[in-house]
Every structure is written in structure tokens, then in C-alpha cells.
T-cell receptor
Framework: ETGVTQTPRHLVMGMTNKKSLKCEQHLGHNAMYWYKQSAKKPLELMFV???????ENNSVPSRFSPECPNSSHLFLHLHTLQPEDSALYLCASSPDPYQETQYFGPGTRLLVL | AQKITQTQPGMFVQEKEAVTLDCTYD???????LFWYKQPSSGEMIFLIYQGSYDEQNATEGRYSLNFQKARKSANLVISASQLGDSAMYFC??????????FGIGTKLQVIP
């Protein structure tokens, strides 16, 4: 099993839908992250979790709701999204928060119609 | 605020040639870390190389080397003997102390056969 996996890889949803993104890491790391990558913009950190506890919320709108049931799994629950939320959502993990080497998953490419 | 600048939106290189991808950074801190990620079209961010601000030697990892010039605040990535599989987006990033990681907007590298 590869280090960090994400499902689904592609997602199309309407603005009234509710969906969830899933991330799983098999590296034994304690910290997990959600990033948003939009075209022609730097990667934006959304949330940081350390030992299942959220340590950072980077002013993310409440229509994005993270959940970390354990150190290996991270979810991003989506509801009433806007078209500008269309982006690549990347999950990452590291041994501890802000340790220099973060390992990324392949991302979920989200399109909001 | 920490900032990463990548001024080359796109680069071309002939197969088997070397290429340098530019990165400059802005920080007043003495302790920080710089690293490079590769993102193929599949979306996954792949860690390539790391340089600590106190490291006296330039970091090297196989065909990748980081040309670290502290006084100029630059951390250029050098890829030697380019291969077709090197075609991807390349992101420079910086971590300052235990602050979150900041990414540049990336450089798209295309290797020509």
C-alpha cells in the first residue's frame, strides 16, 4: 500500500450536494494536513491535525468540515460548496506537525457545478 | 511574512541536459528549511530535496541538487541529465521554525526528446 492514499480521485458535485473526501496514511505519522491547490495559485494550507486534534484552521469557510478519527485517517466533509471551490485537494502527512518533509497523496480533483 | 518566489512559469530542457529552476525566498529568521516538490500530471506532490538554513553543504539527492545561496536568499533546484519523466510542475517551499510551510506558485518543466 502506498504511503498516502486519497479517495475519490475525481469528484463532480452540485452546489447543494454533500460529499466527503477521504485520506489514509500508512506511514505511522502523527500529523495530517489538508491543502487546496487552485490554478496559478500557491498551495493553500487548510487544516492541520496532530494526534487527531486540530491544531490549525487557516480561515477556511465552514462549508468545509474536517474530521480526524485517528492518526491514520482524515476526512473533509463538503456541503453547499461554490464553483470557486473547484480545485485539487491534497492530503499530506508528516511525523509531527511542521516537520519539514510532508508526504502527499495523489489528490482529489473536485469540480463544483 | 514569509514568501517564496518562482519567476519561471515554464521551462524547456533537452533530454540529458541539465536545468536550473529558480527560487528566492524572503524571511528575517535565521532558522528555516527549504525544499522542493515535484508534481506530475497525476497530481501527487513528490518530495525531492531539503536544505536547512544552517547546512553548510548544498543538499544533493541523486540527480537533484539544491544550489543554496544564503546571502542572496536563493535556493535553486538543479536537475542533471534530464529525463522525459522529469516533465512536471516543480514547487519550492519554505518552513520557518514551527510555522506552516509556504509554497511558491511553481514552475512547469517540459523535457524535450
Amino acid at each position: 500500500e502506498t504511503g498516502v492514499t486519497q479517495t475519490p480521485r475525481h469528484l463532480v458535485m452540485g452546489m447543494t450536494n454533500k460529499k466527503s473526501l477521504k485520506c489514509e496514511q500508512h506511514l505511522g505519522h502523527n500529523a495530517m494536513y489538508w491543502y487546496k491547490q487552485s490554478a496559478k495559485k500557491p498551495l493553500e494550507l487548510m487544516f492541520v491535525y496532530n494526534f487527531k486534534e486540530q491544531t490549525e484552521n487557516n480561515s477556511v469557510p465552514s462549508r468545509f468540515s474536517p474530521e480526524c478519527p485517528n492518526s491514520s485517517h482524515l476526512f473533509l466533509h463538503l456541503h453547499t460548496l461554490q464553483p470557486e471551490d473547484s480545485a485539487l485537494y491534497l492530503c499530506a502527512s508528516s511525523p509531527d506537525p511542521y516537520q519539514e518533509t510532508q508526504y502527499f497523496g495523489p489528490g482529489t480533483r473536485l469540480l463544483v457545478l | 511574512a514569509q514568501k517564496i518566489t518562482q519567476t519561471q512559469p515554464g521551462m524547456f530542457v533537452q533530454e540529458k541536459e541539465a536545468v536550473t529552476l529558480d527560487c528566492t525566498y524572503d524571511t528575517s529568521d535565521q532558522s528555516y528549511g527549504l525544499f522542493w516538490y515535484k508534481q506530475p500530471s497525476s497530481g501527487e506532490m513528490i518530495f525531492l530535496i531539503y536544505q536547512g538554513s544552517y547546512d553548510e553543504q548544498n543538499a544533493t539527492e541523486g540527480r537533484y541538487s539544491l544550489n543554496f545561496q544564503k546571502a542572496r536568499k536563493s535556493a535553486n533546484l538543479v536537475i542533471s541529465a534530464s529525463q522525459l519523466g522529469d516533465s512536471a510542475m516543480y514547487f519550492c517551499a519554505m518552513r520557518r521554525g514551527y510555522q506552516k510551510v509556504t509554497f511558491g506558485i511553481g514552475t512547469k518543466l517540459q523535457v524535450i526528446p
